[in-house]
C-alpha cells in the first residue's frame, strides 16, 4: 500500500521520492543528489518518526 504523503513538506517529498522499493540508501547516496548532507540528515529523521523510512544496520535507510 502506498502511504500518504500529504502531510511531508517539499524536501521530505524530494527525499522520500528518491527511496527505491524493496532497497537501502545512504544519506551520502541521497546528498549526491545536490541536497546538503545536514538538511538530507535532518529530513532523515523526521521522516523516521513519521514512519515513512526505517535505519537498518550499516548507516542506510530503507522505505518503513
Do not use: H, W
Not at 5 to 18: D, H, V
Amino acid at each position: 500500500p502506498k502511504k500518504d504523503t500529504s502531510s511531508l513538506n517539499e524536501t521530505e517529498l524530494k527525499i522520500y521520492g528518491l527511496f527505491p522499493d524493496g532497497a537501502s540508501i545512504s544519506a551520502d547516496e541521497i546528498a549526491r543528489t545536490g541536497i546538503p548532507v545536514g538538511i538530507v540528515l535532518q529530513n532523515l529523521t523526521m521522516l523516521e518518526i513519521k514512519g515513512f523510512i526505517k535505519t537498518l544496520p550499516g548507516g542506510v535507510f530503507a522505505k518503513a
